[in-house]
């Protein structure tokens, strides 16, 4: 379902396989397990690559497994496990001593949009791929979590209104042009190569990781007083 990898200083987290790389509780599980190994092995200079096999980065939470429940009340409990146990890889992603890249190379919906936001930088393809937020369209709300995340990772109204209450289904160039990702490449591997190249690049950097960590959440406060993570001051001088 996902994979760890390390080069050098940099962690490779891959969703493996063709599918749509649904959030279920095993993917979520399994997702939660080797972002917490990264975080329990970094080092000064660690940075995290995440991204994904096929042409889906992540269609999001499996609506499918939730409706197996049988009935709709069921459905709706399925739904808020899901929600309630993706908090914590947020969490997780929001508090890593270390730079971390969404690499992008297919869509990205719903949840899955969500993982690659929760990153430090996105870096998305031209050619193939949106980041869509189809909520609106499917009469689900959303988990105050991702509300928080949107409102403080998007700094633009404007497109945060045409995200989550238009349904837009955003492409890699407008993606761009309006801020969502850091830059668009014309390929996929243009995209893994880019990815590359700025985690080596801040890599070097060599920051204290913890203090990153703690400037990370001080700058998106409302997100981290929901996910339960407490702000530290470090005071550490280097000359």
């Not at 200083?9 to 990264?38: A, M, Y």
């Not at 080092?43 to 991204?51: E, H, R, V, W, Y």
């Not at 406060?221 to 530290?232: D, N, T, Y």
Request: proline share 3%; charged share 25%.
């Amino acid at each position: 379902m996902c994979t760890l990898e390390m080069r050098g200083n940099l962690f490779i987290l891959t969703l493996t396989g063709e599918d749509r790389h649904l959030f279920n509780p095993d993917l979520i599980s399994s997702l939660l397990k080797l972002l917490s190994q990264v975080k329990a092995q970094a080092t000064c200079g660690s940075a995290l690559i995440t991204q994904a096999q096929g042409k889906f980065f992540s269609y999001g939470f499996d609506l499918d497994w939730a409706q197996a429940a049988g009935s709709e009340q069921g459905a709706v409990k399925r739904l808020q496990q899901m929600a309630d146990l993706f908090k914590p890889v947020i969490a997780t992603l929001l508090s890593l001593p270390m730079p971390t890249i969404a690499a992008i190379t297919g869509h990205a919906v719903a949840a899955g949009f969500t993982l690659a936001l929760s990153h430090d930088y996105l870096i998305m393809r031209k050619d193939r791929g949106i980041l869509w937020m189809p909520e609106v369209d499917i009469a689900l709300t959303l988990p105050d979590y991702i509300n928080a995340l949107f409102k403080e990772m998007i700094g633009d109204a404007s497109v945060r209104r045409d995200l989550l209450l238009r349904g837009l289904k955003m492409k890699g160039d407008e993606a761009e042009k309006r801020g969502v990702v850091k830059a668009a490449y014309d390929g996929e591997a243009e995209v893994r190569e880019a990815s590359v190249c700025l985690a080596e690049n801040l890599g070097k950097r060599k920051w204290h990781g913890e203090v990153y960590a703690e400037i990370r959440k001080g700058l998106y406060p409302q997100l981290s007083a929901i996910l339960g993570l407490s702000h530290k001051v470090y005071a550490i001088a280097r000359l």
